[in-house]
């Protein structure tokens, strides 16, 4: 495979190097064929996908238009305070009828032709259902047996915890907490334990990359002690903290825990910090980016990076918290939607705190914005050549989960998950 | 219309024009000096700043803050090199008073990366407060408030 003959640049198919996942072929990233596939066997179904949280919409009426992979959905709370999903095609002419992007309402309305869905995606309005009264008969109007109750919004299954909202097309889908499973409900509960969130705001990006690109970004604990002088130098994140990796069962969804350790300069006999990233004489000019104050519910670990696969990330770096949405547009590139937020509880210190870490992260963030650049040029090197592979072998081929940093386990579990689920 | 000399426009006028010069120049370290210490700079997209919601895309409040971003921009921040090149429109001036100016100004920054075309990267407008200090006139505060709904992969330099 690594010699291609000129018949074989674009192969029709994913070349894999035996059972194993460790090379991961570069046709998963590049062929809209496996894509739409993706989109069908992971975003539409049996899966979860985070849509928001709780705290966006607080009131009833209130609304979010968001999406579940390539489809937009909107996320309302009803009168009766639940909380729902239905999909913003209006199931007369299939109009995307919903263009804000949040607001308050009592019901939907699609401008076209008035059709008027409840919160809760029930049609319960149809102009000249009836016909229009003209000169004495009766012009038009919906067949007799036209059923309102068949006619609705497409309504997503809904699951809530610890205030983060998720969706499914499928309503056959497992329970949210069977999905997740034990080892990674225990850390969404860490961050999720049902404290009052507090909305701080978005930031959007599309990265010109594949989705998976960003999964795997955070299921790889090589890069940051490398890529991101911020986290070595400061000690946020480096080989050398104390770390745990740990997988669901099926090896789709992962947490990397860490704990910060020491920064500035130790022993030059330290592999970690002879990186070239590592800069022993960088200080920052206002210290208060890093004013980490430890919080109680860390319960340890000063940094927390869950993946759910497929939609969302869910970020714990020291004081900062965010959700990341993915959501894929094509191969070759996603929408990426930071959701910042703190607690209900928190002091104003807090939220200021909070406010200012935010600085790294996002797309314009001292340590996040080199995670966006590297996955665009990761898509350039794979479109030339599908017919390669990436190499993901850090630790070995296996798939299992660590007490260290130095393996891309992380990554051949999800890719093993993917080809299951893929046949392919 | 809020009376301010001809002169002080020109002044604030020049301001602008630097501003826009030498953040295009690739010589990062003239960004921070127009501003006061004491300083906000606020990158922030239009729907967190007209819903009211508190996080920016960047959020700086010290003139030491600037400078790291440059040592950022400089040592730390891997990112595919480009130009950028800022046009801005004529500014408002909202309010004057004894040295101190409140004005606003639309602007679009135009991305260009090597061997691509160039395309509109950001646009939106600055709310500003300019006042005049023994240096000339510089920034309090810059509230820089970007109608692209969507940052075309990432920012590193300053807009």
Same mark, same amino acid.
């Given at each position: 495979?690594?010699?291609?003959?000129?018949?074989?640049?674009?192969?029709?198919?994913?070349?894999?190097?035996?059972?194993?996942?460790?090379?991961?072929?570069?046709?998963?990233?590049?062929?809209?064929?496996?894509?739409?596939?993706?989109?069908?066997?992971?975003?539409?179904?049996?899966?979860?996908?985070?849509?928001?949280?709780?705290?966006?919409?607080?009131?009833?009426?209130?609304?979010?238009?968001?999406?579940?992979?390539?489809?937009?959905?909107?996320?309302?709370?009803?009168?009766?305070?639940?909380?729902?999903?239905?999909?913003?095609?209006?199931?007369?002419?299939?109009?995307?009828?919903?263009?804000?992007?949040?607001?308050?309402?009592?019901?939907?309305?699609?401008?076209?032709?008035?059709?008027?869905?409840?919160?809760?995606?029930?049609?319960?309005?149809?102009?000249?259902?009836?016909?229009?009264?003209?000169?004495?008969?009766?012009?038009?109007?919906?067949?007799?047996?036209?059923?309102?109750?068949?006619?609705?919004?497409?309504?997503?299954?809904?699951?809530?915890?610890?205030?983060?909202?998720?969706?499914?097309?499928?309503?056959?889908?497992?329970?949210?907490?069977?999905?997740?499973?034990?080892?990674?409900?225990?850390?969404?509960?860490?961050?999720?334990?049902?404290?009052?969130?507090?909305?701080?705001?978005?930031?959007?990006?599309?990265?010109?990359?594949?989705?998976?690109?960003?999964?795997?970004?955070?299921?790889?604990?090589?890069?940051?002690?490398?890529?991101?002088?911020?986290?070595?130098?400061?000690?946020?994140?480096?080989?050398?903290?104390?770390?745990?990796?740990?997988?669901?069962?099926?090896?789709?969804?992962?947490?990397?825990?860490?704990?910060?350790?020491?920064?500035?300069?130790?022993?030059?006999?330290?592999?970690?910090?002879?990186?070239?990233?590592?800069?022993?004489?960088?200080?920052?000019?206002?210290?208060?980016?890093?004013?980490?104050?430890?919080?109680?519910?860390?319960?340890?670990?000063?940094?927390?990076?869950?993946?759910?696969?497929?939609?969302?990330?869910?970020?714990?770096?020291?004081?900062?918290?965010?959700?990341?949405?993915?959501?894929?547009?094509?191969?070759?590139?996603?929408?990426?939607?930071?959701?910042?937020?703190?607690?209900?509880?928190?002091?104003?210190?807090?939220?200021?705190?909070?406010?200012?870490?935010?600085?790294?992260?996002?797309?314009?963030?001292?340590?996040?914005?080199?995670?966006?650049?590297?996955?665009?040029?990761?898509?350039?090197?794979?479109?030339?050549?599908?017919?390669?592979?990436?190499?993901?072998?850090?630790?070995?081929?296996?798939?299992?989960?660590?007490?260290?940093?130095?393996?891309?386990?992380?990554?051949?579990?999800?890719?093993?998950?993917?080809?299951?689920?893929?046949?392919? | 219309?809020?009376?301010?000399?001809?002169?002080?426009?020109?002044?604030?006028?020049?301001?602008?024009?630097?501003?826009?010069?030498?953040?295009?120049?690739?010589?990062?370290?003239?960004?921070?000096?127009?501003?006061?210490?004491?300083?906000?700079?606020?990158?922030?997209?239009?729907?967190? /700043?007209?819903? @009211?919601? =508190? !996080?920016?895309?960047? +959020?700086? %409040?010290?003139?030491?803050?600037?400078?790291?971003?440059?040592?950022?921009?400089?040592?730390?921040?891997?990112?595919?090199?480009?130009?950028?090149? /800022?046009?801005? @429109?004529? =500014? !408002?001036?909202?309010? +004057?008073? %004894?040295?101190?100016?409140?004005?606003?100004?639309?602007?679009?920054?135009?991305?260009?990366?090597?061997?691509?075309?160039?395309?509109?990267?950001?646009?939106?407008?600055?709310?500003?407060?300019?006042?005049?200090?023994?240096?000339?006139?510089?920034?309090?505060?810059?509230?820089?408030?970007?109608?692209?709904?969507?940052?075309?992969?990432?920012?590193?330099?300053?807009?």
């Amino acid at each position: 495979m690594d010699r291609p003959t000129l018949d074989s640049v674009f192969p029709a198919l994913p070349v894999w190097n035996g059972p194993g996942t460790s090379r991961i072929p570069f046709l998963a990233y590049t062929s809209d064929e496996l894509h739409r596939r993706e989109l069908e066997r992971f975003f539409y179904k049996g899966h979860w996908c985070y849509v928001g949280l709780e705290a966006e919409i607080p009131i009833p009426g209130d609304f979010k238009r968001t999406a579940v992979g390539e489809r937009s959905v909107i996320l309302v709370r009803a009168q009766d305070g639940s909380v729902h999903v239905v999909e913003n095609v209006c199931a007369h002419r299939g109009m995307s009828f919903c263009r804000e992007r949040s607001g308050n309402r009592k019901d939907f309305t699609c401008p076209y032709h008035q059709w008027n869905y409840s919160l809760q995606g029930d049609l319960q309005g149809v102009p000249f259902r009836r016909g229009v009264k003209q000169d004495g008969k009766v012009n038009g109007g919906m067949p007799a047996d036209f059923k309102p109750a068949e006619n609705g919004l497409t309504k997503l299954k809904v699951a809530t915890r610890g205030g983060v909202v998720f969706a499914s097309f499928d309503h056959d889908v497992e329970p949210l907490e069977d999905f997740l499973g034990p080892t990674i409900l225990r850390w969404f509960d860490r961050l999720f334990d049902g404290r009052a969130l507090k909305l701080y705001g978005y930031n959007r990006q599309r990265i010109p990359g594949n989705w998976k690109l960003m999964q795997e970004n955070i299921k790889d604990p090589y890069h940051p002690g490398l890529l991101h002088t911020w986290f070595v130098t400061f000690g946020l994140w480096r080989a050398d903290n104390k770390s745990q990796l740990v997988m669901d069962s099926r090896f789709r969804h992962a947490a990397m825990i860490s704990t910060r350790g020491s920064s500035g300069a130790p022993s030059q006999e330290l592999q970690v910090t002879r990186v070239s990233s590592f800069k022993a004489d960088m200080k920052l000019e206002d210290p208060r980016f890093l004013d980490i104050v430890g919080e109680e519910w860390w319960g340890g670990p000063t940094a927390v990076m869950t993946t759910i696969f497929p939609s969302v990330i869910l970020q714990q770096q020291v004081n900062s918290v965010s959700t990341r949405h993915i959501q894929p547009d094509g191969h070759g590139a996603f929408d990426f939607v930071w959701t910042h937020f703190g607690f209900a509880d928190d002091s104003e210190d807090m939220t200021q705190r909070r406010l200012r870490q935010a600085n790294l992260f996002g797309p314009a963030g001292f340590v996040s914005a080199d995670d966006g650049e590297v996955i665009e040029l990761s898509q350039q090197g794979f479109e030339q050549k599908p017919f390669h592979r990436t190499l993901a072998e850090l630790g070995g081929t296996d798939v299992a989960d660590a007490d260290h940093m130095v393996t891309e386990t992380l990554i051949r579990g999800m890719y093993r998950y993917w080809r299951e689920v893929m046949e392919a | 219309m809020i009376p301010i000399e001809f002169p002080a426009y020109c002044a604030l006028l020049q301001l602008y024009a630097d501003y826009a010069q030498a953040v295009d120049s690739g010589n990062w370290d003239l960004w921070p000096e127009f501003f006061v210490d004491d300083c906000s700079y606020r990158l922030v997209p239009r729907e967190n /700043h007209e819903r @009211g919601l =508190p !996080l920016a895309t960047l +959020s700086f %409040e010290s003139k030491g803050m600037l400078k790291d971003r440059v040592y950022g921009i400089r040592e730390t921040l891997f990112h595919d090199p480009y130009y950028q090149r /800022h046009v801005v @429109g004529i =500014p !408002l001036v909202r309010a +004057s008073s %004894e040295g101190r100016i409140e004005s606003e100004a639309n602007y679009a920054v135009f991305r260009t990366k090597l061997n691509e075309l160039s395309t509109v990267f950001n646009v939106g407008r600055t709310l500003d407060v300019v006042v005049e200090t023994p240096a000339g006139l510089k920034f309090e505060s810059r509230t820089i408030v970007y109608d692209s709904e969507m940052i075309p992969n990432s920012i590193i330099y300053p807009i």
